[in-house]
């Protein structure tokens, strides 16, 4: 990844941020922790990996994502509609009466939405099924998985993992958040997953882990994903959750925030006029 590359994909997160933060201010609460923590792999992903057409949501040629942790949604919003998919004025009607924005993804609704998710686990199955579809159909495109840490507690992510392994199901690269909390606490103190890079080695996956918050580790990791052939493929992604806003990647409550609460609407407002002065400046 080249100095201008980088540079474009930087900009790209600081406006995936702060739509984050300003749809979910605009509804007045909602997940945003995991929702950061992902912003760098679809500034990555999207920037510089994945094929897909903006103005053909549905091109046949595609590659495919399937955001397991569905209610990191807002992330993935925010890149469709910087990435023209659609009208980035619809992010502002996310989980609101009629809205094609729901707090999880649904494919009927948003362009660009490859699966609905949201049930923890269940999107590690159904790409398995598209994986799988795909190898009978002689296509050479890819599924993205993005799996959450405290996803990890649901068995059938591992019946899927166990399937896409014994498979060598290479066009499936599996991605897990691994950024340390869920809803009530810690990893540790929810029920400890020990090494999860180690548990997919065993699995039979070639595993990298990766500082998930590095665009150029997340890019060559997802080159040597993308080329490895003997073999299912996995990254572990170090990320942070909450990243990019200090006082949220040390909020205990950063899972589901209340901007109600005047300190996390102080974090919010001061990483806005942040965010607003670096694009100002980008344009200068």
């Avoid at 014994?166 to 869920?182: F, G, P, S, T, Y």
Wanted: aromatic share 8%; with cysteine; glycine share 10%.
């Amino acid at each position: 990844m080249d100095q201008k590359k980088f540079d474009e994909l930087s900009l790209f997160c600081v406006k995936v941020r702060r739509d984050i933060l300003q749809m979910l201010m605009k509804v007045g609460s909602g997940h945003l922790g995991g929702s950061m923590s992902i912003v760098e792999l679809m500034s990555v992903l999207y920037g510089n990996h994945l094929r897909y057409d903006a103005s053909n949501p549905e091109w046949e040629d595609r590659d495919r994502v399937v955001l397991s942790k569905g209610h990191a949604g807002p992330a993935w919003y925010a890149t469709l509609a910087e990435k023209g998919f659609f009208d980035r004025e619809l992010l502002l009607t996310l989980n609101q009466g009629g809205t094609n924005l729901p707090s999880h993804p649904d494919r009927i609704k948003t362009p660009g939405v490859d699966m609905t998710t949201g049930s923890l686990g269940q999107g590690t199955s159904t790409a398995a099924g598209i994986a799988t579809a795909l190898r009978m159909k002689g296509s050479d495109r890819r599924v993205y998985l993005i799996v959450g840490d405290g996803e990890l507690n649901e068995g059938q992510c591992w019946e899927a993992f166990q399937y896409l392994a014994a498979h060598k199901l290479n066009n499936c690269i599996v991605i897990i958040d691994w950024n340390k909390r869920q809803l009530d606490g810690t990893l540790e103190e929810v029920m400890n997953p020990f090494d999860i890079a180690k548990k997919l080695e065993a699995f039979g996956f070639a595993t990298q882990q990766v500082n998930g918050q590095d665009m150029i580790a997340l890019d060559k990791a997802l080159t040597v994903a993308e080329n490895t052939n003997e073999s299912a493929v996995a990254l572990v992604l170090d990320t942070t959750k909450g990243a990019g806003i200090p006082f949220f990647e040390t909020y205990a409550g950063n899972h589901s925030v209340k901007f109600s609460v005047p300190e996390v609407k102080q974090a919010a407002d001061e990483a806005l006029m942040q965010y607003a002065a670096i694009l100002e400046g980008s344009e200068a």
